[in-house]
């Protein structure tokens, strides 16, 4: 895994707000021309003072002169403020768009990780890493254009007009504000680490609460509810603790930084009363100084909690941008074609593949040659291999041997989306979407009629159920299609297929959550389906075994018999006729 670091963040940032670069300097120049406006609005005042305070008699001339200069001072801070609300304006339309990129480029990279990425992630938790960091590119860019950049405006005005009317306090204030910065950004780089801790347990509580959630069928089953309690408020205890620390990290650094700016501020202030008593600072000066050291000490104050929440928000952005580089596991090569079906060929040539996380191969050398047209079924134990089979058909994995081919094409060769175009799933555990019925079975065919998507759920027997439904086709599923039984999700993900009408068909336990009844009606479905079609089924079910021109058994990475369910049937040493004779119900046992 890529270690990311601060420069990642911001090259990742920088790709975003590249296009926005006139928007950018645009909002600099508001900045800076609103900061100008500020540094001459206190010598108004000063000119008012000064005037005043040599006045022995008030006079109606100096009266309307000191009243003339505060009105100009204050038309001064108007023009300053309105222009700064335009730059921050500006500011917020620019990142309302980099985020919007920034989150669905994440997204799509996310979609396209392989298998194996998504299998060791919570989904709660890169979810939570994608929702933090595209905040936290809200976050950094608020504190680069926000405060840094007008605050080192600020500063240097600040100094380049002191030093034209008191050099010996601005060479103070300077001597001030580098301690002051430098003794920041030192003290908030050490809470990087903690803040990396403390976001590492939010990560974990978020995976789990997700998870929990999701899985609350299970948890209700076992009764299991105090448990999860029980566990979760384990995670949130460890949470609560690494917040306090840094609670108290931050409060620390906090109170160091408020005692060092109160220190400069009583050292300029004494500065400038000897400066006064040997008569080089005018009583009107100390209106320009007063003004000058609240604005740029609020500024100062306001950097110290803006460089902590900067440093925050570029460890919630390391988390997303760690997700958007990390490289794909299984990518097109360069200027790949798209694959074409024509005959439905497919073959296993050599093949030798390993999970990662295993020390053994599932396939050490396997080979087999499914013939254009033909219904072949594998079958055998759970663990042999049979599931793995579909998933480097569909290139969710890479083979680290041999090839496998479609039609003499290398599945490696062309572009992913054409080879699972061309291949219609239907899985043990159909997986739905929280929208409706109709959606979820036209997900098989984006472009479907509303006639076609009701004639697919004709042929799945699905529209049974679907007519009894208070809203129909319309009706939501549920998340994961929990409103749905397993037979009904089942009948769903048929119809989807159906529809789909792909040259490739793979049925992996197809009809397992049925009741015999629809079983017997979505067979006939899915043998017209088969026809004409090359389709690989993983079944126990007999019904669905018998038909099939070919049955490979597959035991342990390999092919350890082959023929039709009669002649398998023959031998008596066989495992096929051990799990038939093992069968139960219309099932063979596992």
Known sequence: MQKIRHRDVLRFIAHYTRRHAWALVLMVVLSATSTSLFLLQPFYYRAAIDAIAVTVKPDVAT??????????????????????QASTLLLGKVESKVMRRAHADVFSIVQRHAMAFHANQFAGSTTRKITRGVDAVEGILDRIFLNFIPTIILMIGFLVVLLSFAPMIALAMIGGILTYIVSSVGLNLLMIRIYNWVNHQDTKVTGNLVDAIAGNP????????????????????????????????????GLVQHLLLLAIELAVFLLAVLLWKRGLFTPGGFIVLIFYVGQLWGRLWDFGHNVRDYI?????????????????????????????????????????????????????????????????????????????????????????????????????????????????????????????IAENIAYGRSDATREEIERAAQLAHADEFI?????????????????????????????????????????DEATSSLDSLSEKYIQEALFLLMKGRTSIV?????????????????????????????????????????????????????
């Open 467 to 507: 007519g009894t439904l208070p809203h129909g086709y319309e009706t939501l599923v549920g998340e994961r299609g929990v409103k749905l039984s397993g037979g009904e999700r089942q009948r769903v993900a048929i119809a989807r297929a159906l529809l789909a009408d792909k040259p490739i068909l793979l049925l």
């Open 218 to 253: 299970l948890v209700k089953s076992f009764a299991a509810e105090s448990r999860e309690d029980a566990r979760h408020h384990l995670l949130l205890k460890e949470w609560e603790r690494r917040q306090w620390l840094a609670w108290i990290a931050s409060s620390g650094i």
């Open 312 to 436: 925050r928000a570029i460890s919630r952005g390391e988390e997303m941008v760690e997700v958007a580089l990390r490289p794909h596991a299984v990518i097109d090569v360069p200027h790949a074609p798209a694959l074409v079906v024509q005959r439905g060929e497919v073959v296993f040539d050599h093949v030798r593949f390993r999970y990662e996380a295993e020390s053994q191969p599932i396939f050490a050398d396997l080979s087999i040659h499914v013939r254009p047209g033909e219904r072949v079924a594998l079958v055998g134990h759970s663990g042999g291999g049979k599931s793995t089979f579909v998933k480097l058909l569909l290139r969710l994995y890479d083979v680290q041997g041999g090839n496998i081919t479609i039609d003499g094409q290398n599945v490696a060769a062309v572009t992913q989306e054409s080879l699972r175009s061309s291949i219609a799933l239907v899985p043990q555990e159909p997986v739905l979407f929280h929208r409706t």
């Open 538 to 590: 993983i079944a126990h079910r007999l019904s669905t075994i018998k038909q099939a021109d070919r049955i490979l058994v597959i035991d342990k990475g390999a092919f350890v018999e082959e023929g039709t369910h009669e002649s398998l049937l023959q031998n008596p040493q066989g495992l096929y006729r051990e799990l038939y004779t093992l069968q139960a119900g219309g099932f063979i046992g596992e």
């Open 63 to 84: 009266m309307r002169f000191a009243m003339w200069q505060f009105v100009w001072g204050i038309g001064l801070a108007v023009t300053a403020f309105l222009l700064e």
